[in-house]
C-alpha cells in the first residue's frame, strides 16, 4: 500500500484554463478518500494526473514516497475503475479481469487462477463466461472492480465508479465498495459530484471549486463546520440557509440583527465577532426548528412550500425576499399560506464574514483533524 503526496500540483491546457491549481494535499497509506465537487471543478482532471493519463505541467507527485510525476502509468502501480467500466466487449469476464495481469506477463494458468479466486470474492463466479453486453450494471461494475483488485495495485482510483447505477443498487453498491476497500485496506481516491456518497464512504474528502480545494476534513467536520459559504452551499441534502446579519450590541453583550429580529450570537462564533460586522448567519434545515406558533426571537414568515421527504418534511417559508428552509417530522407538517416562525439552533449556527465568506469560528473541541483553504478570488 502507499501513501500520495501533492506539493504545488498544477495541470493547465492550452488557452489559459487551468484544471488543476497548485494543489498541496497528502492521502495517507490505506485510506479511503473522496474528491468532491461540481461538474468542471478539476476532480477528474486530478485523478487522471495521479494515475499518468495527465501529464503534470508541474508540482510534485509521490505514491508510497516515490516520485512519479513523470512516470508513465504502468509504472505507477495504480488501478483506475472509470464511470462507464471500460469492459473489453469482445472479452469474456475472466479475461477482463485478468487482462491487467496479462500486461504485465503473468503466464496464462497463472492470471486465469487469480481471476477466478477474486471474482470469487465478488460473487461473478457463475458469469465468468459472459461478455460485457450480458450482464447488468451491478454486474459490469463488480467486473470493473475485480479487474482492478486483481492486479494488486497500491493504490485504486475511482472515477465515479456508481453514477450508472440506479438508486437503490447504488445504495448497495456503495456500502459493498466501501466494505471491500476496509478489508483491502488499498489507498482509495474516489471522485463524485455526489456529496451523499462522499459523506456516506470517505474517511476524509476534499471538496473542490475551479481547480482549488476549498476544505479538507472528515465527512462530520465539513458537514458540521463547512470553512466557506461554497462548502456549506455544497455539502447537504438541502442547502445551508444563510441569513444577511449585522452584528449589534447592548449593556447585555453583543446579538445578531435580522431585520427588526434579534437573536443570541452563535455558540461557534462566540468572542469573535465586533459590534457592526455584517454577516452571514448560516443554519442547516435540519437544525432549524419550525413553529407555527409566533415565538419571541425568531424569523417570521409564510410557508410557501412544502415537500415530503418520506419520514419528514423540507419546509420552504418566504421571509421578506427570502426562501428559508426547515425540516419538520413526518405529521408536523405545517399549511401552504400559514404563517410561520423559524429559529436557528444556537449549538448548530454558524457565522460566516458577508465580505469573503469565511467561517468565523472557535476551533473545534474534539482532535479531529480539518485543514481549510482559505477562498481566493
Not at 123 to 139: I, K, V, W
Amino acid at each position: 500500500m502507499a501513501s500520495i503526496e501533492m506539493r504545488g500540483l498544477t495541470k493547465a491546457y492550452p488557452g489559459g484554463v487551468t484544471a488543476v491549481d497548485q494543489l498541496d494535499l497528502t492521502i495517507a497509506d490505506g485510506e479511503f478518500f473522496a474528491l468532491l465537487g461540481p461538474s468542471g471543478c478539476g476532480k477528474t482532471t486530478l485523478l487522471r494526473t495521479i494515475a499518468g493519463l495527465e501529464r503534470a505541467t508541474s508540482g510534485t507527485l509521490l505514491l508510497g514516497g516515490r516520485d512519479v510525476t513523470t512516470a508513465a502509468p504502468g509504472k505507477r502501480d495504480v488501478a483506475m475503475v472509470f464511470q462507464d467500466y471500460a469492459l473489453f466487449p469482445h472479452m469474456n469476464v475472466t479475461d477482463n479481469i485478468a487482462y491487467p495481469l496479462r500486461i504485465q506477463k503473468v503466464a496464462l494458468a497463472e492470471r486465469r487462477r487469480k481471476a477466478h479466486e477474486t471474482a470469487e470474492g465478488l460473487g461473478l463466479a457463475e458469469l465468468m463466461d459472459r461478455r460485457p453486453g450480458q450482464l447488468s450494471g451491478g454486474q459490469q461494475q463488480r467486473v470493473a472492480l475485480a479487474r482492478a483488485i486483481a492486479y494488486r495495485p497500491q493504490v485504486f482510483l475511482f472515477d465515479e465508479p456508481l453514477s450508472n447505477l440506479d438508486a437503490r443498487l447504488r445504495l448497495e453498491a456503495r456500502t459493498f465498495l466501501k466494505r471491500l476497500q476496509g478489508e483491502l485496506g488499498v489507498t482509495t481516491v474516489f471522485v463524485t459530484h455526489d456529496q451523499a456518497e462522499a459523506l456516506a464512504m470517505a474517511d476524509r474528502m476534499a471538496v473542490m471549486e475551479s481547480g482549488r480545494i476549498r476544505q479538507v476534513g472528515t465527512p462530520s467536520d465539513i458537514f458540521h463546520r463547512p470553512a466557506n459559504v461554497f462548502v456549506a452551499n455544497f455539502i447537504g441534502s438541502t442547502p445551508m440557509n444563510l441569513l444577511p446579519a449585522r452584528v449589534a450590541g447592548t449593556a447585555a453583550g453583543l446579538h445578531l440583527m435580522l431585520g427588526d429580529v434579534r437573536l443570541r450570537v452563535p455558540v461557534m462564533a462566540a468572542g469573535l465577532l465586533h459590534e457592526d460586522d455584517e454577516v452571514l448567519l448560516g443554519s442547516r434545515p435540519e437544525y432549524t426548528d419550525l413553529s407555527v406558533d409566533q415565538r419571541p426571537d425568531s424569523l417570521p414568515g409564510t410557508v410557501a412550500v412544502v415537500e415530503n421527504l418520506g419520514a419528514a418534511a423540507l419546509v420552504s417559508v418566504e421571509i421578506g425576499d427570502l426562501m428559508v428552509q426547515a425540516v419538520v417530522p413526518e405529521g408536523d407538517e405545517p399549511r401552504v399560506g400559514e404563517p410561520a416562525w423559524l429559529t436557528p439552533q444556537n449549538a448548530r449556527a454558524l457565522v460566516y464574514r458577508r465580505a469573503d465568506g469565511i467561517l468565523v469560528a472557535n476551533e473545534p473541541e474534539s482532535p479531529a483533524a480539518e485543514r481549510t483553504v482559505p477562498v481566493t478570488a
